[in-house]
């Protein structure tokens, strides 16, 4: 049975380390423009391997951690013609609070890296070099509601030339209550409450499909209140806009023949006065700018009765930083 590829791996690191000898090649003193090629594996504890290359990387993984487990990367650095000089293994960690303040983890960088510092014209290197590395991803974790580790490999030959995997993104999201604001409105007395909707799947949603297109900042999703005679049907498009991660602004589309409103909602002082974007039927309202100072999350409200609110636990891990427009359709 011939070995799989992340067994070749493993065993050639492992004669590496016994010093079992390779074949050099002979670096010319004109470079002859060649480029490396470079991969970079990522390995769960599951044992299910995900390659990622510069052109994107394999998806069966998911890009979603449980936190607890242990994370083993192993690159490689391949040009035949003038050999490898350097293989290098970067992990970006940035942790998020659930006001959207953002915190950069300083991990080393590179995280691990095999250089031959006497690969050079006219000299010899070796044709592969290879490198490991691993993360314990519980410790990271810390008080944050959310951890985004960005990962990537770049691979350098003997004449400087430089080759970098795409940088993808694996992320977990601290498990957290649904939380209604505080406040009377959200309980009248006689009426039933509006729908509890957590942002989870749109961040899962978002961070997944970026690392498969890294150069989308647009994304929309399809939200709905709860099935059945009153089910309302919006749409959301979410997308980059230069704000801060504890800035957000928004926008109410109305495309019924009714009118609908949007308030932003400060939890942590329901007396507070927020803004209203009230929209005649087939309307639409000004952008509303907001921070994590002033609102908790934000509430629909159809006739009168409030019909959808947003989970102020995670609010800001999906719409901090982000430019969003809600279309009401039904």
């Given at each position: ?21 390779a074949k050099q090649v002979s670096v010319p003193t004109q470079n002859p423009n060649s480029t490396p090629t470079v991969t970079l594996d990522i390995v ?68 691990n890296s095999n250089l031959d510092s006497a690969a050079a014209p006219g000299g010899s290197a070796l044709p592969e070099r290879l490198v490991t590395t ?68 749109l961040v899962a949603g978002m961070l997944q499909t970026r690392n498969t297109d890294p150069s989308r900042t647009q994304f929309v999703f399809a939200v ?107």
């Amino acid at each position: 049975m011939r070995p799989s590829a992340p067994l070749l791996s493993l065993l050639a690191v492992a004669a590496a380390a016994l010093g079992c000898p390779a074949k050099q090649v002979s670096v010319p003193t004109q470079n002859p423009n060649s480029t490396p090629t470079v991969t970079l594996d990522i390995v769960p504890p599951s044992g299910k391997v995900a390659t990622v290359t510069g052109k994107g990387w394999d998806t069966a993984l998911p890009a979603e951690l449980s936190g607890t487990e242990e994370l083993s990367f192993s690159a490689r650095c391949r040009d035949a013609t003038v050999g490898c000089r350097n293989i290098e293994i970067f992990v970006d960690g940035t942790g998020s609070m659930a006001n959207g303040a953002l915190q950069q983890l300083g991990l080393p960088s590179p995280r691990n890296s095999n250089l031959d510092s006497a690969a050079a014209p006219g000299g010899s290197a070796l044709p592969e070099r290879l490198v490991t590395t691993k993360l314990d991803v519980g410790p990271l974790r810390g008080s944050f509601a959310m951890l985004r580790l960005d990962v990537s490999a770049r691979a350098t030959n003997s004449f400087g030339a430089t080759v970098a995997t795409q940088k993808v993104t694996l992320f977990w999201i601290k498990p957290a209550p649904l939380v209604m604001p505080n406040c009377p409105s959200f309980a009248p007395i006689g009426s039933p409450p509006p729908d509890l909707e957590d942002v989870h799947s749109l961040v899962a949603g978002m961070l997944q499909t970026r690392n498969t297109d890294p150069s989308r900042t647009q994304f929309v999703f399809a939200v709905y209140t709860k099935p059945g005679p009153g089910q309302r049907t919006f749409q959301l498009l979410t997308e980059d806009s230069g704000l801060p991660p504890n800035k957000a602004s928004v926008k109410l589309v109305n495309k019924t023949g009714s009118p609908k409103s949007l308030l932003t909602v400060n939890g942590a002082n329901c007396s507070a006065a927020g803004q209203l974007l009230q929209v005649p039927s087939n309307g639409s309202s000004t952008e509303a700018l907001f921070d994590a100072t002033n609102t908790t999350t934000l509430v629909l409200t159809d006739g009168g009765h409030d019909v959808l609110v947003w989970n102020e636990a995670t609010f800001w891990l999906f719409f901090g930083g982000k430019r969003s427009t809600f279309t009401w359709l039904q």
